[in-house]
């Protein structure tokens, strides 16, 4: 059986999580918070979540355990079976962590941690911020789903992306990001609606008190 490895904060780990679930796969949770001490290290090269063990051996980035399940695995695609479509959904995916996800999580320190970032940070992280949804509503599809008319490893990125740096967006700059993308605004209110992704809800905020204490303790 699949074993991933993680925590329910991650919203990495819950991109790999959803498609295991949309997928109908069976697969034991093993919670692990990376780090860098050797046992750690010996799971993930870099010490991050999340992980993927299987029967060869483990897994790690997001994207390549995502494309392995993709490969390797059965139920429901979450890519397009034609290539030029599954290209654009994939350049998806990589836009929207490249764009969206990592200049927004410079400035988690601010929007969920009460820590304070520079204004150089902030400013930087902004810019890119608007440049990386222009750069959405130009590419992403909202036909409902992102790159098309069913739940893609897009989807996956959007949401697990979008759910925290809306946050930063109203937190940290008051900006709601989504003003002018009323496609993109519904599409986050359907897959808010999907059994499984409120299933990763509940179980993000069983482990969010102590996640929160982890943080503190290391403050």
């Known amino acids: 059986m699949l074993k991933l490895y993680g925590f ?6 819950n991109m790999v999580k959803l498609a295991l679930l949309e997928k109908g796969l069976p697969f034991e949770e093993v919670q692990f918070y990376g780090g860098q001490t050797p046992e750690a290290l010996a799971i993930s090269p ?14 790690n980035e997001t994207s390549v355990i995502l494309e392995y399940i993709e490969q390797t695995q059965p139920g429901k695609a979450l890519l397009p079976a034609d290539p030029f479509e599954r290209a654009q959904a994939l350049a998806l995916c990589r836009e929207i962590e490249l ?35 222009a750069s959405l509503g130009r590419h992403g599809k909202f036909a409902p789903y992102v790159a098309g008319d069913s739940l893609s ?67």
Not at 101 to 122: N, Q, T
Not at 189 to 217: C, T, W, Y
């Open 99 to 133: 764009y969206i996800e990592l200049p927004g999580r410079a400035c988690y320190p601010e929007a969920f941690f009460g820590m304070s970032v520079p204004d150089a940070i902030k400013e930087k992280s902004k810019g890119e911020l608007l440049f990386g949804f």
């Open 153 to 219: 490893i897009a989807d996956l990125y959007f949401y697990y992306s979008l759910s925290l740096v809306l946050q930063v967006g109203k937190k940290v700059f008051d900006v709601d990001l989504l003003a002018d993308m009323p496609a993109a605004r519904a599409l986050m209110e359907l897959l808010g609606e999907n059994p499984h992704v409120q299933r990763i809800a509940a179980d993000r905020d069983a482990e969010m008190p102590a996640f929160l204490a982890k943080i503190s303790a290391r403050k």
């Open 8 to 13: 329910s904060v991650s919203n990495y780990y």
């Open 46 to 59: 870099r010490g991050k979540v999340p992980v993927l063990k299987t029967e060869q051996g483990f897994i």
